[in-house]
C-alpha cells in the first residue's frame, strides 16, 4: 500500500471516530436536555386552560416527547415547550413589555386629557 492510500486510509478512520465521538458527545447533550426539561416540566404549576391548534410538524414533536418519556402529555409538552420558547426570546419579550408601559402611559395621558376637556371650567363671561 503507498503512503497516499495510507494517509487517506488514516483520514478516513480519524474521520469516522472523530464522527462517532461528536455523536455519542451530541446523544449526551440530547440526553442531559431531556432529562432537565422533563424535570422542569414535572416540576411547573399549570393554571390556566389555552386551546391551540399546531401544524402537522409541530404536532409530531409534541408526540415525540410523551412517547419518549419526556412528558406525560401532550399538554406537558406545550407547557414545556412554551416556557422554553419564552425563555429563548426573553430580550424581545422584555422590549414588548417595555413598549406596552410606554402605550398605557400615553393611553392614560389622551384618558386624563380627555377628562380635563370633558369637564366644565370655570366659565367665562360673556358679552
Keep these: 500500500?503507498?503512503?497516499?492510500?495510507?494517509?487517506?486510509?488514516e483520514s478516513v478512520y480519524?474521520?469516522?471516530?472523530?464522527?462517532?465521538?461528536m455523536a455519542t458527545d451530541v446523544s449526551s447533550e440530547i440526553a442531559q436536555t431531556a432529562e432537565r426539561l422533563f424535570?422542569?416540566?414535572?416540576s411547573v404549576r399549570r393554571q390556566i386552560v389555552v386551546s391551540v391548534r399546531l401544524d402537522d410538524e409541530s404536532a409530531r414533536r409534541v408526540d415525540q416527547l410523551v412517547e419518549a418519556g419526556?412528558?406525560?402529555?401532550?399538554?406537558?409538552?406545550?407547557?414545556?415547550?412554551?416556557?422554553?420558547g419564552i425563555e429563548s426570546?426573553?430580550?424581545?419579550?422584555?422590549?414588548?413589555?417595555?413598549?406596552?408601559?410606554?402605550?398605557?402611559?400615553?393611553?392614560d395621558e389622551i384618558r386624563q386629557t380627555a377628562s380635563e376637556v370633558a369637564s366644565p371650567g370655570p366659565s367665562t363671561p360673556q358679552a
Design 1 to 9: 500500500m503507498t503512503d497516499d492510500k495510507k494517509k487517506a486510509k
Design 14 to 21: 480519524e474521520f469516522i471516530n472523530s464522527a462517532k465521538q
Design 39 to 42: 424535570e422542569e416540566a414535572k
Design 70 to 84: 419526556i412528558c406525560s402529555s401532550r399538554s406537558e409538552a406545550v407547557a414545556m415547550l412554551t416556557k422554553s
Design 89 to 107: 426570546r426573553l430580550p424581545l419579550f422584555q422590549r414588548i413589555e417595555t413598549k406596552i408601559r410606554e402605550i398605557q402611559r400615553i393611553k
